[in-house]
């Protein structure tokens, strides 16, 4: 059973650019969650995703947005980058009917923003 | 509003230590969930176990314990003999209980290294 992949694992863009970061949730999960988690702090809930809307939102701004598709693999798309947007991005799956209390999570991606 | 306090932000013990991790928290809801997860340099978050408000039984699996006190709103995580695999960041977790969305919340975490 293939677990949660993120790609790419790093990146680096330039303030002001889009980026979008891919997540492919673990076999039979239908739920996703995207996470952001600036050095040395704790993962921020961003949003969730199930069966292809959106389910709940942190306190993000409406420049963070997402998709989930009909194989339940999910992107982050985050527009006009800022500095402070550098941090690694997680993404997590749940099973169904479990969503937060059963969440697996990915590698994450890395992204700098310069 | 939901809160949780890792005060130890970095902690340092002797191979075959036993070390405690502490973990406080904040929370209106009546029901709701703990969590406690490993974060190893590599980045990927391990869940290391999940507990309900509704059971303050402790638990201990292998070297691993975990103190749930709601009196004291805490869920204490110790680490019997300490190994160098161990050194990691570790993150307390909560999340209300409900039907659909729950948002969880994690703390800042701890960063234990295992010294040899």
């Known amino acids: 059973e293939t677990g949660v992949t993120q790609s790419p694992t790093h990146l680096i863009k330039t303030r002001g650019q889009q980026v979008t970061l891919r997540c492919s949730s673990q076999s039979g999960h239908n739920t996703v969650s995207w996470y952001q988690q600036a050095l040395g702090q704790g993962p921020q809930f961003i949003f969730q995703?199930?069966?292809?809307?959106?389910?709940g939102r942190g306190n993000f701004p409406p420049r963070f947005s997402g998709l989930q598709f009909p194989n339940y693999s999910s992107e982050l798309n985050v527009n006009a980058l800022e500095l402070d947007d550098s941090a690694l991005y997680l993404c997590a799956s749940s099973p169904p009917r479990t969503s937060a209390i059963e969440q697996y999570f990915g590698p994450g991606t890395r992204l700098t923003v310069t | 509003a939901q809160k949780v306090t890792q005060a130890q932000t970095e902690i340092s013990v002797v191979e075959k230590e036993d070390v405690t991790l502490d973990c406080v928290y904040e929370?209106?809801?009546?029901?709701?969930?703990l969590f406690w997860y490993k974060q190893p340099p590599s980045g990927e978050l391990v869940f290391l176990i999940r507990?309900?408000?509704?059971?303050?039984q402790n638990e201990i699996s292998g070297r691993y314990s975990w103190n749930f006190q709601k009196s004291t709103s805490s869920f204490n995580f110790t680490i019997t003999a300490s190994q160098v695999v161990d050194s990691a960041v570790y993150f307390c977790?909560?999340?209300?209980?409900?039907?659909?969305?729950?948002?969880?919340?994690f703390g800042t975490g701890t960063k234990l290294q295992v010294i040899p």
């Open positions: 929370t209106r809801d009546t029901t709701y969930y």
């Open positions: 977790a909560l999340s209300p209980e409900g039907e659909g969305y729950q948002k969880v919340t």
């Open positions: 507990r309900n408000s509704f059971d303050e």
């Open positions: 995703y199930y069966r292809e809307e959106e389910n």
